[in-house]
């Protein structure tokens, strides 16, 4: 959990669910390379996503399944929360 307490993080999550497949410099966040570089290996490490590597690109998912279920329903109560903070936990 400590690794979406960060608010840049909880974007790239967003951006990450509802396209696939992403690169860190297609993601929306504004952060540096380097910053970046090191969001994403967090959430890596997190197992929030995976990565692949494509050529010289690396692409990055979120693992929205594997957290299911494990986890019900966490990553719909983060990505909802993210998306609309005044929204009531049920």
Known sequence: MSALADPV???I???LSQSPNLSCSETRAEATASS????F??????GLIWQRDVGNRR????RKEDIDSRF???MDMVL???IDPTAAIP
């Open 9 to 11: 993080r909880r974007g």
């Open 13 to 15: 999550v967003i951006d």
């Open 36 to 39: 970046l570089t090191r969001h």
């Open 41 to 46: 290996r967090v959430l890596g490490e997190a």
């Open 59 to 62: 692409e990055n998912a979120l």
């Open 72 to 74: 019900l329903g966490l």
């Open 80 to 82: 909802q929360e993210s």
